[in-house]
């Protein structure tokens, strides 16, 4: 049998018998059991009823949290000329075209969120095998391939979140962090579940919201009430 530390026993008593609790239960539970020595992220994970190996059930958006991530995000923009320098001028922290490529194709990713201008596509499309896996590639369908940089940069800094169903059929994001405000972490919580309801896919049958877990990062979950999350 796994041994746990005193703090993880402790939150693990915490927790004990507590299911399909209020967001705002929830959040104050999770907030509660967050005492490491950093500011740990809060995440949520949802078990959605679709089979992304499907088409018509693929689940992906974006959302813009009212209360921002919390995480201080690095944005790389593909662009050239004047786009560029927009770019630099956002607040981009890497910006560049085949230089860029080349030191994304060397194995060094060392930014959050990808920003391309049209015309670069042709570039960043031979990054699709290493961008891909990671989440990281630009899509216009979520505002990442853009000719108007300077609002996708605002919008990445800005707390904006992208969401995409797993294999398993699984969403998974960080909300915000532990330190922020009860209200603040709620309003997040509901601001990206109905996000995610919103793009409800049309080849999704039956429930479509299965199960809506939240956590820190070295606490346990909690189930969440899928009414309560969604504002009903």
């Known amino acids: 049998m796994a041994k746990f530390g005193k703090r993880t026993t402790a939150a693990r008593a915490a927790f004990e018998g507590k299911v399909n609790l209020s967001v705002e239960d929830a959040v104050s539970l999770v907030k509660g059991s967050a005492v490491s020595k950093f500011d740990e992220t809060v995440e949520i994970a949802m078990n959605l009823g679709v089979d992304p190996r499907h088409a018509d059930q693929m689940v992906r958006g974006t959302v813009n949290l009212p209360n921002g991530t919390g995480k201080n995000i690095r944005v790389a923009v593909f662009a050239r000329g004047s786009k560029a320098e927009e770019a630099e001028a956002a607040g981009a922290d890497i910006v ?13 990713i060392n930014f959050d969120r990808c920003i391309a201008t049209p015309d670069m596509m042709p570039i960043v499309g031979r990054l699709g095998k290493v961008l891909g896996p990671r989440n990281l590639m630009p899509n216009p369908k979520i505002g990442t391939v853009t000719m108007d940089v300077k609002a996708a940069i605002e919008a990445a800094k800005g707390g904006q979140v992208q969401f995409k169903v797993e294999k398993a059929g699984v969403i998974h994001a960080g909300i915000g962090k532990a330190s922020f405000d009860e209200a603040k972490l709620v309003e ?7 996000a995610v309801a919103k793009a ?8 479509y919201m299965k199960k809506i877990v939240v956590s820190s990062t070295m606490g346990p979950g909690v189930t969440l009430n899928v009414d309560s999350a969604t504002g009903e």
């Open 96 to 108: 560049g075209a085949e230089d860029l490529m080349e030191v994304v194709q060397g194995g060094t």
């Open 200 to 207: 409800k896919p049309t080849g999704s049958k039956g429930a």
């Open 188 to 194: 997040n919580i509901r601001s990206f579940v109905n």
